[in-house]
């Protein structure tokens, strides 16, 4: 009934084997290759996003730090300016001062030296204007006996006493 | 119409031609249909594994790759982490069960019916069977996995070497030529319509259910055997 050739056996045996190793090299490899092939491709890209993403994270917390830093620094840098323009201030304003206060001193010296040379020669002006006078008076009425110096004299009292008034 | 005289027929192979080689070498049916089906095995995965690409897939590389994780995912589980190298094998043998299995639509006999070639495949299961034992328990381990759990079951286990395929093997031809057999018969019956139907059933889910239950058989043998 079950008639069983040994050569169908041996065919099929070899059938079989050569069926896998076909259907192994046609199927089951690329297909196994390029899914292993992106799991690498995923798994690199996974990696570098993953160290990319520490990298960020790095330099955040730098910039973090830079910036605390430069709030302080800033604070600070304005700190010394304030500092070193109210220095600079108070030392111009001092300097003004001093310089007014100098500029003052020196025209009210000028003014005195210039009354003082001003009387001068007013007062000599007076005493030849007075000897002129007194030569007229004289060589009309004959008193030329009266010394130009006793006018001097007379000039610089008055002449004192107008200068103690002016005080 | 004697059901004998066609079951009788049915299990006859028909030898196609000889090789005249040896004083004449035959070449069945089986082995021929087996050729057609290993033809369109070879020339289906060349097709489908054409261009492949990482990324920007096409729809039928995302199908075959979906349905090649599937099937090798769930051999991978049942054969566990030490039986993965037979995977391969297992993926395979269900393939070409499977399309052996429907081949009867195409009005030649599937070559699954011959008791010849469900045999071979049985020994070659229950081979890679202790290969994969031995392999995983090296040969000390394998020999004394015989007598375990308890000595006593020694000659059971010596005995399932013979009945493990021997029940694969007449499982699966015992289907597939019933199957055939119930097909023929409602042909010679009601020759319209009905053999449509009803092939869905006997060839298409039979066909799949028993290469299903071939391999998963295996699958779980080996997986005893790496354990």
Same mark, same amino acid.
């Given at each position: 009934? !079950?008639?069983?050739?040994?050569?169908?056996a041996?065919?099929?045996?070899i #059938?079989?084997?050569?069926?896998y190793i076909?259907?192994?090299? +046609?199927?089951i490899?690329?297909i196994?290759n390029?899914?292993?092939?992106?799991?690498t491709v995923i798994e690199?890209?996974?990696?570098?996003?993953a160290?990319s993403?520490s990298?960020?994270?790095?330099l955040?917390?730098?910039? %973090?730090?830079?910036?605390?830093?430069?709030?302080?620094?800033?604070?600070?840098?304005?700190?010394?300016?304030k500092?070193?323009?109210?220095?600079?201030? *108070?030392?111009?304003?001092?300097?003004?001062?001093?310089?007014?206060?100098?500029?003052?001193?020196?025209? %009210?010296? &000028?003014?005195e030296?210039?009354? #003082?040379?001003?009387m001068?020669?007013?007062?000599?002006?007076?005493?030849s !204007?007075a000897?002129?006078?007194?030569?007229k008076? !004289?060589?009309?009425s004959?008193l030329?006996d009266?010394?130009? &110096?006793i006018?001097?004299?007379?000039?610089t009292?008055?002449?004192d006493?107008?200068?103690s008034? &002016?005080? | 119409m004697?059901?004998?005289a066609?079951?009788t027929?049915?299990?006859e192979?028909?030898?196609?031609?000889?090789i005249p080689?040896?004083?004449?070498?035959?070449?069945?049916?089986?082995?021929?249909v087996?050729?057609?089906?290993?033809?369109v095995?070879?020339a289906?995965?060349?097709?489908?594994?054409?261009?492949l690409?990482?990324?920007?897939c096409?729809? %039928?590389?995302l199908?075959?790759?979906?349905?090649y994780?599937?099937i090798?995912?769930?051999?991978r589980?049942?054969?566990?982490?030490?039986?993965?190298?037979?995977v391969?094998?297992?993926v395979?043998?269900i393939?070409?069960?499977?399309?052996?299995?429907?081949?009867?639509i195409?009005?030649?006999?599937?070559?699954?019916?011959?008791?010849t070639?469900?045999g071979?495949?049985?020994v070659?299961?229950?081979?890679?069977?202790?290969?994969?034992?031995i392999k995983?328990?090296k040969?000390?381990?394998?020999l004394?996995?015989?007598?375990?759990?308890t000595?006593?079951? @020694?000659?059971?286990?010596?005995?399932?070497?013979g009945i493990?395929?021997? &029940?694969?093997?007449?499982?699966?031809?015992?289907?597939? !030529?019933?199957?055939?057999?119930?097909?023929k018969l409602?042909?010679?019956?009601?020759? +319209?319509?009905l053999?449509?139907? +009803?092939? @869905?059933?006997? *060839?298409?889910? *039979?066909?799949?259910?028993?290469?299903?239950?071939?391999?998963?058989l295996?699958?779980?043998?080996?997986?005893?055997a +790496?354990?």
């Amino acid at each position: 009934m !079950l008639n069983i050739i040994p050569w169908d056996a041996v065919f099929i045996l070899i #059938n079989l084997i050569v069926l896998y190793i076909i259907m192994r090299k +046609v199927l089951i490899k690329p297909i196994n290759n390029i899914i292993n092939e992106r799991r690498t491709v995923i798994e690199s890209g996974l990696e570098k996003a993953a160290a990319s993403e520490s990298n960020a994270k790095a330099l955040e917390k730098e910039w %973090r730090e830079k910036l605390s830093k430069a709030g302080a620094e800033s604070e600070n840098i304005i700190e010394t300016a304030k500092e070193t323009a109210r220095g600079e201030y *108070d030392k111009l304003v001092a300097e003004a001062n001093t310089e007014a206060a100098r500029i003052l001193r020196d025209a %009210r010296k &000028s003014i005195e030296d210039e009354r #003082n040379s001003a009387m001068q020669g007013i007062r000599s002006q007076v005493a030849s !204007l007075a000897v002129d006078a007194a030569k007229k008076v !004289l060589e009309s009425s004959d008193l030329s006996d009266i010394n130009d &110096s006793i006018y001097e004299k007379f000039l610089t009292g008055s002449g004192d006493g107008n200068e103690s008034e &002016s005080k | 119409m004697d059901i004998g005289a066609v079951i009788t027929e049915e299990l006859e192979v028909e030898v196609l031609f000889n090789i005249p080689l040896f004083g004449g070498i035959p070449v069945t049916e089986t082995v021929v249909v087996m050729w057609i089906v290993m033809a369109v095995m070879a020339a289906g995965g060349f097709l489908l594994t054409r261009g492949l690409k990482i990324e920007n897939c096409s729809k %039928r590389q995302l199908i075959v790759e979906a349905a090649y994780t599937k099937i090798y995912g769930f051999f991978r589980d049942l054969v566990g982490e030490k039986g993965e190298a037979f995977v391969p094998y297992l993926v395979i043998m269900i393939i070409f069960i499977g399309i052996s299995n429907i081949f009867g639509i195409f009005g030649v006999k599937p070559p699954t019916k011959d008791v010849t070639l469900t045999g071979v495949m049985a020994v070659m299961s229950i081979v890679i069977i202790q290969i994969a034992g031995i392999k995983a328990k090296k040969t000390k381990g394998w020999l004394r996995s015989f007598a375990s759990p308890t000595p006593i079951v @020694l000659p059971i286990n010596i005995l399932e070497l013979g009945i493990k395929p021997l &029940s694969l093997c007449m499982r699966l031809f015992g289907n597939v !030529l019933g199957a055939f057999v119930v097909m023929k018969l409602i042909e010679a019956v009601v020759p +319209v319509i009905l053999p449509s139907v +009803v092939s @869905l059933y006997f *060839d298409f889910f *039979d066909g799949f259910i028993q290469a299903y239950v071939f391999t998963f058989l295996t699958a779980l043998y080996i997986q005893e055997a +790496v354990e």
